[in-house]
């Protein structure tokens, strides 16, 4: 007996932490690998639990945030450390330490756990201002709890170098009835839609609890608001995949994915191969099929060499696209003022006379992958750089114009297609068809690739546009203006990649295309008022725990 109640003392005092874990352990399930996406729903429900149950009892007393904080910090570490295991794929990958690896993955994690363990001490204080023993309360926490989630995904999107990956909403790109409304609100929308539901669970479930209200049998309207806003959605998702009807003919594209393995990917002993492998890929690119393609399409710094300087690459290229077909290779930039050498990160257009015709520069870098930040402050860090070298931004949203009849077309390189900013920048700008141009070498046989392609989806919804994913390795595929993925090439998790040709024929957009509401005002209609709001809610916390406490 003495035991049993120990135990029972023990769940008492531990069980928000319990909580906290399971809510970190479910919102990994909800991404791939695993990709349980109706998890998603249910998967923040234990942490909040944790943070509500009770809180009507604690309104008047001192606000002291810091076990909120800890509990969603906790939530989040867990959650990152495991949706970003992938990360220690650089073990075998990068010439990098295995300690700055082990630091670069916890480091990551615990910084994008701070936004949990903010969004968990904002919950219970705005929860404490409004109370949750009326209806009327309960409602507009169920509203207002799905705000604050989006404007900490939105600040963790935005601040320092902004890092918008696995966003809650992402979790459902497979779900293509319900996240057609990123047409208007984006991934925002579709994660504020997760989190009400949760939130309206969440609520229903409290009232049962031995601490609950004690009006325990009034309608769950919670629970009602979350069922309605999703049925909303779906029959609004249903009408506009019904709309969509691809066009006849289109453009013919092939699209090249070598598999060289990262380890092999500058190897001097490999450029040899490397070319080759090309020049048989592409070459059966030409052979395949009743016509020739429009555009064949190499993936990120798929040369061995800079395409721009004189060498076996660029004659490589040249040499094929004089078969008759334009190329768009990836390829590092080297320009030399002098006293100082620009890098870039770039693409180039070939056209069929063995031209560069244009170019883009990467405008988005990863720190600590493609530069290493206050390395201008301090050079020495720039050894530190994967690749050896800090590269520079490009300025310019190129637009490409290929064909005749002309058609348009921009690139994203590698995790540019996260940034739901660039591509806006590209539709805008007169692109009608966006193409990633990726390596997830560094990668291979983890679920980073698959990660990776999930956010490519959305960028398709936002703009109504579609896209091509070709990559060195990892998943190369087209993406329908919908949202559907067609034709992803194989990328089991835990088995390598293959080499292969892939054919698309990509309906564009006609004459008649209207920028969707996102295009045209992108997050200032949900997202980033969101974000003003958390914000208020985060220094009015802060507020009313220095005020009555006088310290943190």
């Known amino acids: 007996m003495a035991t049993f109640e120990h135990a029972k003392a023990c769940v008492r005092q531990y069980w928000r932490w319990g909580a906290a874990v399971l809510s970190g352990l479910l919102l990994a399930l909800s991404f791939p690998p695993f990709e349980s996406a109706q998890i998603a729903w249910v998967a923040l429900i234990p942490l909040l639990l944790a943070l509500l149950q009770g809180v009507g009892k604690h309104r008047g007393e001192i606000f002291r945030p810091k076990p909120f904080f800890l509990l969603g910090f906790t939530s989040g570490v867990i959650f990152w450390l495991v949706s970003m295991s992938w990360l220690l794929r650089l073990f075998e990958t990068s010439p990098a330490p295995a300690i700055l690896i082990v630091l670069g993955w916890v480091g990551l994690s615990a910084y994008c756990a701070l936004y949990c363990g903010v969004f968990a001490m904002s919950v219970v204080w705005v929860a404490r201002k409004i109370g949750t023993e009326k209806l009327w309360q309960t409602l507009l926490l169920t509203v207002l709890i799905p705000v604050l989630w989006v404007g900490g995904e939105m ?8 890092f918008p990956w696995n966003l809650l909403g992402i979790s459902q790109y497979r779900n293509l009835m319900l996240i057609q409304c990123a047409q208007w609100v984006g991934v925002p929308g579709v994660s504020a839609l997760v989190m009400v539901v949760n939130a309206g669970i969440a609520f229903t479930v409290m009232r049962y609890l031995p601490s609950g209200a004690e009006k325990k049998y009034r309608p769950n309207l919670e629970l009602f608001v979350a069922l309605m806003a999703i049925v909303l959605c779906f029959r609004s998702g249903m ?3 019904r709309q969509f009807t691809p066009g006849e003919g289109g453009v013919s594209i092939a699209g090249i994915q070598p598999a060289i393995p990262q380890v092999k990917k500058w190897s001097q002993e490999q450029i040899d191969l490397i070319h080759s492998t090309f020049r048989r890929l592409t070459g059966q690119a030409l052979q395949e099929g009743d016509t020739r393609p429009d555009l064949v399409i190499w993936p990120e710094t798929a040369t061995p060499y800079c395409v721009t300087e004189e060498g076996e690459s660029k004659e490589l290229v040249s040499e094929l696209s004089r078969r008759g077909v334009s190329i768009l290779v990836g390829s590092m930039d080297v320009i030399n003022l002098g006293l100082q050498t620009l890098c870039y990160n770039g693409s180039f257009l070939f056209q069929t006379n063995g031209l560069i015709e244009r170019s883009y520069k990467k405008q988005h870098l990863v720190p600590f992958g493609e530069y290493i930040p206050l390395s201008d402050a301090i050079p020495a860090l ?7 070298w800090n590269c520079s931004p490009g300025r310019e949203a190129t637009v490409f114009t290929l064909g005749n009849p002309a058609w348009t077309f921009s690139v994203m390189i590698c995790f540019e297609d996260i940034m739901a900013g660039l591509s806006r920048a590209f539709v805008k700008a007169g692109a009608r068809l966006l193409i990633n141009q990726t390596n997830d070498a560094w990668f291979d046989r983890s679920a ?9 989806v959305f960028r398709c919804i936002e703009n109504r546009v579609p896209a091509l994913r070709v990559a060195n390795s990892g998943i190369s595929c087209l993406i329908q203006p919908t949202g559907l993925i067609v034709e992803p090439t194989r990328n089991e998790w835990g088995q390598p990649p293959e080499s292969q040709v892939s054919r698309w024929q990509v309906s564009l957009p006609g004459n008649d295309f209207e920028p969707t509401v996102y295009t045209l005002y992108g997050d200032w209609l949900f997202g980033f008022p969101c974000e003003a709001v958390a914000l208020m809610v985060f220094v009015g916390a802060l507020g009313a725990a220095k005020k009555k406490s006088g310290a943190l």
């Open 155 to 162: 600040a963790r999107s935005a601040w320092l170098t902004g």
């Open 239 to 241: 009408g506009l995949i």
């Open 448 to 456: 980073g690739p698959l990660q990776h392609l999930s956010h490519c």
């Open 382 to 388: 720039a050894s530190l750089a994967p690749m050896g």
